[in-house]
């Protein structure tokens, strides 16, 4: 009953069901082959209308797995060129209220750490402890500012344009296709695809993520959601996140607003929140996040995105507030947990950031950055015989040298801590062998060089920290305290006032200045 | 990302090398036995049916052989089991297989042995169906409120629903628009079919509708099912989720309420019967599997999903309650009762991997890996510590950031300058207005001692002189071997340089055992030009505005002697008067005295001076090292010309704030032609544009004014470059002078060097 020649090997699946079920199980590579030789098989025998839609199906099907292949959620995508930034013409008001804007990373209202705390990006925001595409730019004020901002392995200085980055992503074509491109779509006719919904959905999403080719896809998705009356939100959606990737942010605005009047959805929330953060309307973001969770309660990501804008606006309680809620949602949520957890660190709690940092740990997340931040917590809450070792494996787990020197860098804080100089001067400069543009690292070598009395080392450590990092106050304080020793009183001078612009608040800068100018007035 | 792992309570791997998707894990109780144990059924792409009836194993042990009920070849691949009442006149539960054409029910039982391993197991074929079209996947119900028996409905790849009612087919309609088929499943509360079609929309169709539509090609039903049947369907309701899913599911676990959960791509949705949405929740993962399996607390629903990440997160509504770790990408999962243990979660993987698992806290078992540690003996380490401090006490003596150049050179860099200008003038581009511009050639010979990596060549002259060409690039160079390169030297910018001195530099990498890109290594040369590049004899002048006058100790020597390349001999009467005419123009003369001891120097230009009276001691030393007299010295009496050295400060000064002020015209300017700019797009970006308001014209002037800024801007710079060169000399001037005249150390004219010579640029931190 049972046997009936066992045939060996594969049996006859229908080649479009297989491919179908590897799209499923997500295995693109596949799906894609088996689709391209689908449709490279000449018509056959069968009747030309089923041959036509076996063929619309397999190519649907693989554009939608070569699409798979690259695809980046949209709203996690985030780079601000200069460009952008400068023509602007979003700008309403140059000098904002305090709290209203995310240009001013001054402008706290909840007590935000001091950057004698809590470093500060070169943005002049407070580090945050989960590296998101945002936090990796700044938002200088001026062009000249923007361009001056030193280029260094880990920049702040935003890219020239944001079309760089998607340059970079783009180029997906040509590795998923040796052969050229699937499909060459300047030969085209998107009015004809406009009006087939099955097929343009997906090569809409494969213009759009796969060939990064914004300006076509913008086309077909505006004579599309006209042959669908204006009814269809995903049209206006999709619309309205290729406005905003060519900066027409008011726009934008316009298509998600009139797509989220059709139908509640958590992404065109997010989305429009993106919106309303680069048109530097932080406030609206919030109270529109706040109306998404009405909607859907316990969303993670609108919580999530909360948090993110407090802690952008230096708020910093809050954002550990909100940050707390996504927890209770989902307690493996890996950015709550490192955010809290460096919050705790840097609010002088290290023994509670530890626990936050061991969680991490135990749910897998094993690497360098992990352990060097546990290693600085044992250290900071006296558990000593830890910390050498969370060390040792952060050594150990480092994938580039720019790890590996931030490890040895902590090492040096806490050889220093230990009193043992000698050591924290072999670790600072393991730090430069692994990373030359260390300016940290370069201040504190010259703090112990100024301590050996070498002070010709001392100052061209320090100009040296100073030019690769100009939004550090440490370097510029460090070589006005020197300079002032050596009685060099103007360029004292000088470095006490970048000093002072790099962190008005500092009282020894502030001191220092008022000495100098009780001497200037003296001679 | 969990702390968890699913603790393991049964688990095997079927086959070798089968393929399973997610039709190809069903759960019931399929022998009828009444126990309300449920057995595990699994289909393979590969056409095997298994049947499992678990048993908790012993920590350690095999599966046993007679969990294992019945594992059939099947001719076809298996794309989808299920289980239900298929079969008319009883309500037993029968297997319903589907393949690619054919759908089989099969009767599933067994016969006791006399031993438990003694149990026999068949299944019996109760009816087929052949399908005219590839089956895709079919789902089953009580279709139209039938009671005590299940329908099938199989839709096919090319998006066509047959119905059967059992041993008959019923009807076969084509759903609308379709390209690719999605998740199908029933809705007993509603009657109706839902499904997510490829224009990413929930759609749900009324049985009731689907039945009727039936009515118009009855005739051809008779045919064959294979005919399409053509009028359209209509739809009851549609929900636009903008993405594809990849499952759906309708529960209702307390009475009055059910919902239709649908699993998309990336996000997951839950919905009331009339389509609207209930909740949804973004996840931030692939998933690749649900369940929604019972509700725990009133109103909310448990869902189990499976990710990509071989991760199983419980979700109560949208809140995740648990998050555990398994050993696979499961492409299905099921709840299922056995024996003595209820909701245990079975999971398949897309390569044969089936597991029964139940949620526990055994931490998932990620051990850290070990660091390379070894044991460690103290002594023997502390001894390699001194070991180690000595060697970099050592090393810090001797090199530091900038590391001491080496006694010994690998490679040596020498530079040739030859004593004769180029016969053919080798000058490209000069500036100078003279009629010819003389070109020197330079010879660099690199000797390598070692083999050497990518060396490559930098000449550098201080502008206004230049070279033909800057750079070379060589191969690797073997031991003992050279390379030459020969170039050539010339005055390209109209005004005398300060400094007859070029270097050259060859950047090199020496490969060592540890290193064998090699360490960076660099070697360098001077080399000195001669007069003869930048000024040419002439007849000497009487008048001039700058004069020097510098004493020496020995007799008065004739020009012929120490300046044979600057006096015609054929001329002969002017032995004590030299003129030397610069290629930018001006002249300078040098006078010996006939009596005493001195020589003078004259010129219009205070700067001019400098190369002459550098050119004139510096041979007079040549000179009278020759003759080896070795107590010769030049002294200077005179006074130092400060005021007009002043005076060239002041210039300079004077540009340097004109830069300045240009600079911050210019970022003004290019300020308001942003705002401009910006204005301008604001109205060209509007559906309606309005009119320009002569921001045109404004934007052109502002870019005239740029543009002129940046010219004036230039100029600027060129003057100040000029400056600057002159500023230069004179400060060399000067400080030899002022050596000459206290008669300064080698040492203390370095101070003095170092101390008011300007860096080799003009720059804004100077």
């Known amino acids: ?231 269809d939100w995903w049209w206006k959606v999709q619309i309205g996140k290729c406005y905003y990737r060519l900066g027409l ?147 150990f787990l480092a994938e580039n040298e720019e790890e590996t020197a931030d490890v040895w860098y902590n090492l040096g804080h806490v050889a220093v801590g230990i009193g043992d100089l000698n050591l924290a001067y072999q670790c600072f400069k393991l730090t430069l062998v692994n990373n030359n543009d260390y300016a940290e690292a370069y201040n504190n070598l010259a703090v112990l060089e100024m301590r050996k009395g070498h002070i010709e080392q001392a100052r061209a450590l320090l100009q040296t920290a100073s030019s690769l990092a100009p939004h550090m106050y440490e370097p510029h304080f460090n070589s006005a305290i020197l300079s002032e020793k050596v009685g060099d009183l103007q360029r004292s001078y000088t470095a006490a006032q970048k000093s002072e612009e790099a962190f008005p608040g500092h009282v020894d800068t502030q001191q220092l200045i008022k000495q100098l100018k009780e001497h200037f007035s003296m001679l | 990302m969990s702390l968890f792992k699913a603790r393991e309570w049964w688990s095997t791997i079927l086959g070798e090398k089968e393929e399973f998707d997610q039709g190809c894990l069903c759960v019931a109780d399929v022998d009828n036995s009444g126990s309300g144990q449920d057995k595990v059924i699994v289909g393979s792409y590969m056409g095997y049916l298994r049947i499992f009836n678990p048993h908790p194993v012993k920590h350690g042990e095999e599966v046993q052989p007679e969990d294992l009920l019945l594992e059939v070849q099947l001719c076809e691949p298996i794309l989808q089991v299920e289980v239900g009442k298929f079969v008319s006149g009883t309500e037993g539960l029968h297997l319903a297989v589907l393949h690619c054409r054919k759908l089989c029910v099969y009767a599933v039982s067994g016969t006791l042995g006399n031993v438990e391993h003694g149990n026999q197991y068949q299944i019996k074929l109760m009816y087929e169906h052949n399908l005219q079209r590839t089956a895709c996947n079919m789902t089953y119900g009580p279709f139209g409120g039938v009671k005590g028996r299940d329908l099938i409905c199989i839709q096919s790849m090319d998006g066509m629903l047959m119905l059967f009612e059992q041993e008959s087919y019923a009807f076969g309609r084509f759903l609308p628009d379709f390209l690719l088929p999605g998740p199908l499943t029933y809705s007993s509360r509603t009657d109706s079919f839902i499904t997510v079609s490829s224009c990413q929309q929930v759609e749900s169709y009324k049985y009731q509708v689907l039945a009727f539509a039936t009515d118009a090609d009855e005739r051809q039903e008779t045919e064959k099912q294979k005919l399409s049947s053509g009028k359209r369907l209509a739809v009851d309701w549609v929900l636009n989720i903008g993405e594809q899913a990849l499952d759906i599911c309708v529960v209702s676990f307390n009475q009055g309420v059910s919902s239709i959960f649908v699993l998309g791509e990336r996000n997951f949705f839950c919905l009331k019967d009339n389509g609207q949405i209930r909740f949804m929740k973004k996840l931030d993962y692939s998933p690749s599997c649900f369940i929604p399996y019972c509700s725990v607390q009133e109103g909310t629903v448990n869902t189990l999903i499976g990710n990509h990440n071989k991760m199983l997160n419980v979700y109560q509504d949208v809140t995740l309650k648990w998050a555990t770790q398994l050993p696979h990408i499961p492409v299905s999962v099921k709840v299922a009762n056995f024996q003595d243990l209820k909701g245990v979660i079975v999971t398949l993987s897309d390569d044969g991997h089936l597991q029964c698992s139940y949620l526990g806290t055994d931490p998932s078992l990620f051990q850290a890996p070990k660091v390379d540690s070894r044991e460690i003996n103290y002594e023997e380490m502390n001894a390699e510590l001194k070991e180690l401090q000595k060697i970099i006490r050592e090393a810090t003596k001797t090199q530091d950031v900038l590391p001491e150049s080496e006694k010994q050179r690998d490679l040596i860099v020498t530079a040739e300058v030859s004593s004769d200008l180029d016969a053919e003038s080798q000058a490209i581009d000069s500036e100078v207005k003279a009629e010819v511009v003389p070109s020197v050639t330079v010879k660099i010979t690199i000797q390598s001692r070692v083999t050497v990596q990518k060396p490559s060549l930098t000449v550098c002259v201080q502008a206004p002189l230049a070279v033909t060409c800057d750079q070379f690039i060589f191969e690797d160079l073997e031991p003992d071997s050279s390379e030459t390169v020969v170039l050539s030297v010339f005055l390209k910018e109209n005004c005398s340089p300060s400094e007859l001195e070029g270097n050259c530099m060859v950047l090199y990498n020496i490969p060592t055992e540890l290193n064998p890109e090699g360490i960076p290594r660099v070697a360098q040369c001077n080399f000195n030009l001669p007069l003869r590049l930048i000024c040419f004899p002439a007849q000497p002048s009487k008048a001039a505005n700058h004069k020097l006058t510098i004493d020496t100790n020995k007799p008065p020597v004739t020009f012929p002697a120490i300046f044979p390349d600057f006096v015609d001999l054929s001329e002969g009467d002017q032995a004590n008067a030299l003129g030397f005419q610069f290629l930018t123009g001006s002249k300078t003369t040098l006078l010996a005295s006939k009596t005493s001891q001195r020589y003078r120097i004259q010129s219009d230009q205070l700067e001019d001076l400098w190369l002459i009276t550098k050119e004139l001691t510096h041979r007079l030393e040549e000179h009278f090292k020759k003759q080896s007299c070795k107590d010769f010295a030049c002294t200077f009496s005179g006074t130092i010309p400060l005021q007009e050295y002043f005076e060239l400060v002041d210039r300079h000064f004077e540009l340097r704030l004109n830069a300045e002020k240009f600079q911050e015209l210019l970022s003004e300017r290019a300020v308001q032609f942003r705002a401009i700019e910006r204005r301008l797009l604001t109205r060209f970006k509007d559906k309606t544009p309005a009119p320009l308001q002569h921001l045109d014209t404004l934007l052109e002037g502002t870019f005239r004014e740029v543009i002129a800024l940046a010219d004036a801007a230039e100029e600027n710079q060129a003057n100040m470059f000029q400056a600057f060169t002159k500023l230069k000399s004179a400060t060399h001037l000067v400080i030899m002078l002022i050596s000459l005249w206290q008669k300064l150390s080698t040492d203390q004219v370095a101070i003095l060097e170092a101390t008011f010579l300007p860096l080799a640029e003009d720059t804004q931190e100077l």
């Open chain 1, 249 to 395: 942010y008011r726009e934008a605005e316009k298509q998600f607003k009139s797509a989220l009047k059709q139908q509640d959805m958590v992404d065109t929330i997010l989305y429009l929140a993106k919106v309303y953060l680069r048109l530097d309307q932080p406030v609206t973001a919030l109270n529109l996040f706040k109306q998404g969770l009405d909607r859907f309660p316990g969303e993670v990501t609108l919580i999530c995105g909360i948090a993110r804008i407090y802690e952008e606006m230096n708020n910093i309680s809050s954002a550990a507030e909100y940050y707390k809620d996504v927890l209770k949602q989902d307690n493996t949520h890996v950015e709550a947990i490192a955010c809290i957890g460096s919050n705790h660190f840097y609010s002088d709690q290290p023994e509670i950031a530890l626990r936050f940092y061991r969680r991490l740990l135990q749910m897998g997340v094993y690497n360098c950055q992990l352990f060097n931040n546990l290693g600085l917590c044992c250290f900071y809450a006296q558990q000593y015989d830890m910390t050498l070792s969370s060390f040792e494996r952060a050594l």
């Open chain 1, 1 to 231: 009953r049972s046997s009936c020649g066992a045939p060996a090997g594969r049996m006859g699946l229908e080649p479009l069901f297989q491919a179908w079920s590897y799209f499923r199980r997500r295995k693109f590579r596949e799906c894609a082959d088996l689709c391209s030789q689908l449709l490279e098989r000449p018509p056959g025998e069968q009747e030309l209308d089923s041959e036509y839609t076996l063929f619309q199906a397999a190519w649907s099907l693989k554009t939608r797995a070569l699409t798979e292949m690259v695809y980046v959620d949209e709203i996690d995508m985030d780079q601000e060129g200069i460009a952008e930034m400068i023509l602007d013409e979003n700008a309403i008001a140059q000098v904002a209220r305090p709290g209203t804007s995310l240009k001013l990373p001054g402008t706290s209202q909840g007590g935000g750490p001091s950057p004698a705390v809590r470093p500060v990006t070169q943005s002049g925001r407070p580090i945050t402890g989960f590296v998101r595409p945002s936090t990796q730019s700044g938002r200088p004020s001026t062009v000249e500012q923007a361009i001056r901002t030193p280029r260094t392995a880990l920049t702040a200085r935003p890219i020239t344009s944001a079309s760089g980055g998607y340059v970079r992503l783009g180029t997906a074509s040509m590795l998923t296709n040796p052969d050229g491109p699937f499909i060459n779509l300047s030969r085209l006719n998107f009015a004809k695809y406009a009006q087939k919904p099955k097929l343009a959905k997906a090569l809409f999403e494969y213009i759009f993520h796969h060939e990064n080719d914004v300006k076509n896809a913008l086309d077909l998705a505006a004579l599309a959601t006209e042959h669908a009356q204006f009814k």
